[in-house]
Nanobody
Framework: QVQLVESGGGLVQPGGSLRLSCAAS????????MGWFRQARGKERELVAQ??????YYADAVKGRFTISRDNAKNTVDLQMNSLKLEDTAVYYC??????????WGQGTQVTVSS
């Protein structure tokens, strides 16, 4: 089992920045991929960014604005979000995939971009 706890959400004005952090515990050694998803009200959950073996992937909507990073020593994965837009408002979820293809989710953290 893997437990994931997100932090860092909040309210920010358009053009501002936030940094989300996800702390992993449990079967850490089994984690291969970590990522961030988001779900806006009335919409489906979507992949924002992910990282595996140092390789990163970003959704087109966040390329150039968001950066995902992983600290294996601290067992964390962060999402630096810059130039935030109104449409970035959502609940952001941390996700991990293990070597045996099990998926785990955090409880989510709210990000609200509003003037």
């Amino acid at each position: 089992q893997v437990q994931l706890v997100e932090s860092g959400g909040g309210l920010v004005q358009p053009g501002g920045s936030l940094r989300l952090s996800c702390a992993a515990s449990g079967s850490i050694d089994s984690i291969r991929r970590m990522g961030w998803f988001r779900q806006a009200r009335g919409k489906e959950r979507e992949l924002v960014a992910q990282i595996e073996s140092g390789m990163t992937y970003y959704a087109d909507a966040v390329k150039g604005r968001f950066t995902i990073s992983r600290d294996n020593a601290k067992n964390t994965v962060d999402l630096q979000m810059n130039s935030l837009k109104l449409e970035d408002t959502a609940v952001y979820y941390c996700n991990s995939r293990t070597s045996d293809l099990r998926y785990f989710w955090g409880q989510g953290t709210q990000v609200t971009v509003s003037s």
